[in-house]
Structure formats: structure tokens, C-alpha cells
């Protein structure tokens, strides 16, 4: 990522490029049944298993304000704001960020985010996968300890920070998932239903009874069938709250109503005429979406967007009963607390082609298991010691590994060692989380950068060499 600050108040799109704007939409319209809606809040309790923080409730902190009094600075971190450019094959992971309307349009301060959604997609594999994160969840935000997930933006923007809020709410979502998140989409409620109204509306089938209240017009029931709903009325279904799964439900009509209009573009060939109105698009919409994608990323990842077979699109809600359950604060505020191996479990499912380490691989002697795979290790310091990837590069390699590689990861502020699977090494990921006692939750799954390295483990500020 590099260090040149993106524009915080959004980033209008030059005219000398307005014609690529169509094809854009392409992908912002994707990205925005997302964007929009408010997502899962109210259910969470316990902690289970390792990965993540333990649950740590800070004096003032249940409202959503922060940590800090007026006039302190947050512990500092690093937030890099813009990603490297991207080469058209590695997994893409962009936070997709709804503000809820009322802050949108007050004047009494910075929004909080209404609803959040990952959205990856891997060029390679021509799959992709959707992840609602409820707006509730108790996490710990980089700079500002543990808070609903929802105030990172608040925080961002308030305290001025690197990235503004986008840049924070990245870095949050990163860290708790463990997933590399690299770009940022945020899109207000009138941009979304005149992209929605652009294409002709969206075909839904709505499984049951609903009322639905459309901004300016009159609130009215959908009974359980197939609609054809306009962009007014496809925002009303995807917000609405009262059904019996409450705000869960909603974090599954918001993937819904995203689907359904990649059904619409790519089943009525809409990118050409989508093209033929650029420069309208441009004028209306450029100022409602506020990104850190370049139009030309735009460009490409809404035409590859366009090709991946809908069978191909995983879709997750972190939900309860296993995800999440309900905690009180100590002042009566409740929020949702994660249970990070379950948790960890669905975005395995949802991101990769292949699930995280099953604990059923038998494994009598796991060194020998380990070995008989012989992966090919990168050692990475991410944590910014002197001398650590070195060590425990040492280490590794007493304990039967075949490290091949040591050097600096891209950069030094990793919170949490994370191991890097490439090619597919279950015996030797296993083993690596025995000896260096990581949890499942600490393993992901990539694409290979090249052909020299099956394996890379990323060391962070949590790991020392026994």
C-alpha cells in the first residue's frame, strides 16, 4: 500500500475518463445492495475458542464514543490508505459500507456505519463470496480498544485519522477476519435507487410476508412471491426490520437484492447501454459513491464481476446462534459477541475454495506429516523486531521445517502471526499451529504470488521464539 492520502470527501471521477463510467456501474451497482442496508445488530454473548481479543469492556466505550476524552490522541498504529495497484490476478477483498441515513444527512458529527459487507473476488477460480458483518459486534479497533464495529468509521473521521473512516473501518474488519482487505466502496441512499431504477429495476422473490416503506411514498405489504421492485422500493425490502429473523433476515435480502442485479445486468445485456449513458451516470452518481478503487479497477473488476457464474458466489451472515449471541454491558447497552472459531469457520467457506484446516486429519506423529508434504516455508517479519524472522526461521527449521525463505513482510505492523497457505499443505499448516500455537482462525488461503514459496508465515507482534 502506499502513503498518499485519498480525497476523504470522495473521489469524483475526471472527465477525460467519464466514458468508462458505464461499465463501472457495472460493478458500483453490485457493490451497492450492499452498501445501503442496514445489517444484522442486537443478538451475542460468549466467547469461545482463541483468534480474537478477550471481551474487555472499557468505561465509555458501550455508546459508540471511543475510548479517548476530547483533545487525546489514539494509540498510534499504522493505516496505510492506498492499496498497490491491482494486477488483475490476485483475490480482491473490498469493505462495502452503508451509513445510516440519518447520520448521512445531520450535521451533528461524522455517521456510524449502518451495515458492512466483504465482498472478494478471485479472478483466478472466476468465484466470489459475500460476508455481512453485523453492525454490533464487539471488536477491538485498532488505536481505540473494543467497541462496536460499527463506530470504527465514526473514529476515523472524528480523530482525522489516515484513511478517515474507510481507512479504519478497513483496518478493523482486517484484523478481527484475519482477511486482507484492500479497497472500500460507500454509496448513499439515492445514489443506490437511481442505479437500481437505471437498469429497470430488479426481479426478487419475496419468501415471506413484508411491509416495506420506500423513502417519500406510502408504506404498503409485499405478500410472499415473486416482484419486479424499483429502486425506491428494493431499498425499502432490503432495509425493512419487522419479519421474524428481524436484522439477520435483512443481512439475507441485502445479499439477495445484490444478486439480483448481477441478474439483471448480465441477463439483459445491460453494459452496452449502461455505456451509451455514461456521461449522464457520471454526472448523477460520481458524487454519491466515495471509493478508493480507480475507474479503472472499477472497470475491470465490474467486467469480471459480470462473468462469475452465480453458483459461483458463496454468500455468509455472522448470525446466531453459533456466530454470535447476546451480552449486556455493565451499563445495559447490548451488543454482539463474536465466537471467533465459528466465525472463523464461515469465512473459510465463504473465501476460499478450501476449507480451513479440518481437525479430523488424522495426524499420529504430525512432524512426520508435515514432512512428507516437505511445503516450501517463507519466513516474513511483519512485526518490525530486529532479527525475528531470522530466529524463528532457526526454530522452524529444528522443528522438521523446510523454510526456504526469509525476509521483511510488505509491512511491519502485523498485530497477530498469520500463516499464508498457497498450495494447499493441511499437514504442514497443522503443524505449524501446534508448534507455534496459533488457532485456526490465524490460517488463510491465496492464490500463489509465485512458484517459489507453498507456505508463508507472516510473524506479528504476538509471537516470540520459545
Request: proline share 7%.
Amino acid at each position: 500500500m502506499g502513503s498518499h492520502r485519498a480525497a476523504r470527501g470522495g473521489r469524483p471521477f475526471p472527465d477525460w475518463v467519464v466514458w468508462g463510467l458505464g461499465a463501472a456501474f457495472v460493478l458500483a451497482a453490485v457493490l451497492s445492495a450492499a452498501l445501503v442496508f442496514n445489517t444484522a445488530r442486537g443478538l451475542a454473548a460468549a466467547w469461545t475458542g482463541t483468534g480474537l481479543n478477550p471481551f474487555q469492556p472499557s468505561d465509555g466505550q458501550s455508546q459508540g464514543g471511543g475510548t479517548l476524552a476530547p483533545g487525546e490522541t489514539p494509540t498510534s498504529f499504522s493505516l496505510e490508505e492506498t492499496p498497490e495497484p491491482w494486477n488483475g490476478t490476485d483475490r480482491v477483498t473490498i469493505l462495502l459500507m452503508g451509513l445510516d441515513y440519518r447520520d448521512w444527512i445531520s450535521d451533528d458529527g461524522p455517521p456510524r456505519t449502518d451495515s458492512m459487507m466483504l465482498l472478494t473476488i478471485d479472478p483466478i477460480t472466476r468465484t466470489a463470496g459475500m460476508l455481512s458483518i453485523p453492525r454490533d459486534l464487539w471488536v477491538e479497533i485498532p488505536g481505540f480498544e473494543h467497541n462496536r464495529i460499527n463506530t470504527a468509521y465514526f473514529l476515523g473521521e472524528s480523530f482525522n485519522l489516515p484513511g478517515g473512516g474507510p481507512g479504519l473501518a478497513m483496518r478493523t474488519v482486517e484484523e478481527f477476519l484475519g482477511v486482507p482487505v484492500q479497497y472500500y466502496a460507500v454509496i448513499d441512499f439515492s445514489t443506490f435507487e437511481r442505479m437500481i431504477d437505471e437498469i429497470g429495476g430488479i426481479d426478487v422473490l419475496v419468501k415471506e410476508r413484508i411491509k416495506i416503506s420506500p423513502i417519500g411514498q406510502m408504506s404498503r405489504w409485499l405478500e410472499a412471491k415473486p416482484y419486479h421492485l424499483n429502486g425506491a422500493e428494493a431499498l425499502a425490502y432490503a432495509r425493512a426490520r419487522k419479519t421474524e429473523g428481524g436484522d439477520f433476515d435483512r443481512a439475507q435480502r441485502q445479499q439477495q437484492v445484490a444478486l439480483a442485479i448481477l441478474d439483471r445486468v448480465v441477463g439483459f445485456d445491460m453494459i452496452p447501454v449502461l455505456l451509451t449513458k455514461a456521461p449522464v451516470l457520471y454526472q448523477e452518481l460520481a458524487a454519491g459513491i466515495r471509493t478508493n478503487l480507480t475507474l479503472d479497477q472499477m472497470l475491470a473488476l465490474g467486467l469480471l464481476a459480470v462473468q462469475i457464474p452465480k453458483e459461483n458466489i458463496r454468500r455468509g451472515v455472522i448470525a446466531p446462534p453459533e456466530m454470535v449471541l447476546l451480552q449486556t454491558l455493565p451499563d445495559g447497552a447490548q451488543v454482539l459477541k463474536p465466537v471467533p472459531d465459528k466465525i472463523r469457520l464461515l469465512r473459510d467457506e465463504v473465501f476460499t475454495q478450501t476449507s480451513a484446516v479440518a481437525p479430523s486429519i488424522p495426524l499420529e506423529d504430525p512432524k512426520a506429516a508435515a514432512s512428507a508434504e516437505n511445503a516450501r516455508l517463507a519466513v516474513l517479519n511483519g512485526a518490525g523486531i530486529e532479527g525475528l524472522a531470522t530466529r524463528s526461521a532457526e526454530f522452524l527449521r529444528e522443528k522438521g521445517f523446510n523454510v526456504v525463505e526469509v525476509s521483511n513482510a510488505d509491512r511491519m505492523d502485523y498485530a497477530k502471526t498469520l500463516i499464508i497457505d498457497y498450495t494447499g499443505n493441511p499437514y504442514t499448516t497443522r503443524y505449524l499451529m501446534e508448534v507455534m500455537g496459533l488457532s485456526q482462525g490465524q490460517i488463510l488461503f491465496q492464490a500463489p504470488p509465485n512458484d517459489q514459496v507453498d507456505v508463508a508465515v507472516i510473524l506479528g507482534a504476538d509471537w516470540w521464539v520459545p
